[in-house]
């Protein structure tokens, strides 16, 4: 795995918009297919821009499914317009991961390394001493191409620990 060191920074609290759902390991790709167009589509109905790269948040610990938050980052609390699609309205909804202390891994290459970047920060936050919280993220700090090199993708990996 190409990936930094992990470490502890103290994060402030980040406000998305997201579409939220319970879904088996191999429906996860369907829902970023089917969840950023939604997302994107209520920001610009909405005139706002994101703030940053878009993430997944993982809410509690996976076991046959992943409680998945497929997100953007906003400015502030996100609503949907009142001109927004019923599907956008019914979707697309607010979300705050708190101001916290959170254990980060830069990982570089496909994405198939998360799952390995997932288990070697867990491991160095027992080390360190912390416990998760149930919640982590990954930000998608490029954007893949079609044809393009995995091994050029940059994702940051972070737990909030307490």
Do not use: C
């Not at 920074?9 to 970023?32: C, G, K, N, Q, W």
């Amino acid at each position: 795995m190409n990936a930094v060191a992990p470490e502890i920074v103290d994060r402030p609290e980040i406000h998305l918009a997201v579409v939220r759902a319970t879904v088996a390991f191999s429906e996860i790709p369907a829902l970023y297919d089917r969840a950023y167009p939604l997302i994107f589509g209520a920001l610009a109905a909405a005139g706002i821009a994101p703030a940053a790269a878009p993430m997944g948040v993982v809410h509690g610990t996976p076991d046959d499914g992943l409680d998945l938050s497929v997100a953007v980052p906003v400015r502030e609390p996100f609503s949907a317009p009142a001109e927004a699609s019923a599907e956008v309205s019914a979707e697309v909804s607010a979300e705050t991961i708190p101001a916290s202390r959170t254990a980060t891994l830069l990982v570089r290459g496909d994405y198939e390394q998360l799952s390995g970047a997932y288990q070697r920060i867990h491991a160095w936050i027992a080390e360190q001493g912390f416990e998760p919280t149930g919640v982590s993220w990954e930000q998608y700090l490029t954007e893949p191409k079609p044809g393009g090199d995995p091994s050029e993708n940059e994702t940051l990996v972070g737990v909030l620990v307490q």
